[in-house]
Each structure stands twice: as C-alpha cells, then as structure tokens.
C-alpha cells in the first residue's frame, strides 16, 4: 500500500491480490491513515490490484462509511475489468464514485 | 448426470493463504477448455468466495481440510464443489441473502451474490456440526479450437 499525498487529496494505492487472506491488514492500515489523517478528499487507486473478490468489496464500503463520518469524499480509480465485475454485482457503483477508464486484465 | 470428461480433486488446510492457491488451480485445470478472460476470472472470484467462507465459517477456531473439486462435463459445462467438514450453516437462506455475515468488518456480507451473479446455478447443502459442500456450474462458450473437447 502506497501512500501519497497530493495536491487533491490523499492518493492510496494499492497492490496485488485483494482476497480475505490480504484484506484484514490492508483494512486496518487504511483505517488508521483515515483516521490520523482525516483527508477530506480520498482516492483509492486499484491499479495495482491484480485480483480482486468481495474483501474489496468491504474495503471500499468501509473507507466510503469512514469517510462520509469525517465529512470527506471517497473516489476509486483504476479498477480492472476483473474487479469492476465484483464492483458492478455488489452495486457499489451507485453509492462510490469510480472514475478512470477500467484496464483490460 | 451424464460422467465427466475429466476432473480433478485437491485437498488442503483451511490456511487464507491457501485461497490464491485454490483460486489457480481451479483456472489452471479449467484451461484446457480455453475460456476468455471474464469466463476464467468469474471462475477465480467464485471459488475465492467458496473457499474463504470455508476458511471464515466452516472452520472458526480450527484448521481443518477444504477439497476442491473441479469437473468438465460436455459443452464446456464446469462444475466447482468445495467442501468442508466444519461447523455448517443453520440457516443457508439467510446466510445466502445479500450483506448479511457473521464475519468480521473484513467481510462484506456479499460473498454468495458474487457466487450467484458469476456462475449458472450455485447449490449449497449444509448440516450444522458436519461441513458444508457448496456446487457452482457454469456454463463456458464453446470457442473455435476449444470445441469443449477434452
């Protein structure tokens, strides 16, 4: 997980495979950058993500409700055509914003 | 039903780091039947969420065995069973409905609608202190070259 700061906002990216086995500590780390950093603007990068199923799924529900506490906005970017397909099945797409054209993976 | 063509059975301990392994050797055996891109990734994303539940419910406290077991029928029909020998599910109808889970925050609650959306027909059986074997068919398109022959 990279963090970044930039000019709109922090950028988060992350990498690899996002299954159960990874999405415990990769929550958790999230979580607390969140809260010690209470951005108001989030951007979580998938673009790194070469495997996603549902644990993605609660990451982004759970920075989306974390960041709708601080009053902040959450955008996702860089999903693969994998991952967009367990976004899509979920309906995440109607409560998270996802920008960025999908890479064919 | 008809025998299988081919088919193929594993077994390992209900370890997280073992979900990755299931997820490839799932897609490494249905290859032969050449699938595009989006039908093999469904097939992925399907057993990760079978074998994670397994992991998270089926054994809690424990580690205990998953088998994996993956068979091509005619037409490219593919047939996924994982199966446990853990705790079980009480109430398979509410455990199947949408955002419902016992699991942790970690956990999405979405594990059976991505099962559902991603594969033809998904079966589950249970019996509370025995295991859980959940059966997910999938129909692939027959390509040139592949024809479903195996």
Request: proline share 3%; glycine share 10%.
């Amino acid at each position: 997980m990279v963090i970044e700061q930039k000019e709109e906002g922090l950028s988060v990216l992350l990498e690899g495979e996002l299954g159960h086995h990874e999405a415990l500590s990769a929550l958790r780390s999230l979580e607390e950058t969140i809260s010690q950093q209470s951005p108001s603007r989030l951007e979580l990068d998938f673009s790194g993500v070469s495997f996603m199923d549902s644990s993605g799924i609660a990451l982004v529900v759970q920075s989306a409700r974390q960041m709708g506490a601080i009053g902040g906005s959450l955008t996702v970017r860089g999903v693969s055509r994998q991952a967009m397909r367990v976004f899509d099945a979920a309906g995440i797409p109607r409560i998270v914003r996802f920008v960025g054209k999908e890479e064919k993976r | 039903m008809k025998k299988p063509l081919n088919s193929m059975t594993v077994t390992f301990d209900s370890r997280s780091v073992n979900e990755g392994f299931a997820r490839v050797c799932a897609a490494s055996f249905v290859a032969q039947l050449d699938p595009t891109m989006d039908e093999l990734n469904d097939l992925k994303t399907a057993v990760s969420e079978a074998v994670t539940n397994a992991i998270v419910h089926g054994y809690p406290d424990c580690v205990g065995k998953i088998t994996l077991s993956v068979k091509i029928f005619e037409n490219s029909l593919v047939e996924i069973l994982v199966r446990d020998k853990g705790r079980g599910i009480s109430d398979i109808e509410k455990a199947r409905q949408p955002l419902y889970t016992t699991g942790g925050k970690e956990r999405s609650g979405m594990g059976f609608t991505i099962m559902e959306s991603f594969m033809d027909q998904v079966t589950v059986r249970s019996q509370p202190g025995k295991g859980t074997a959940v059966r997910m068919k999938k129909r692939l398109s027959v390509r040139l070259g592949a024809g479903g022959q195996v």
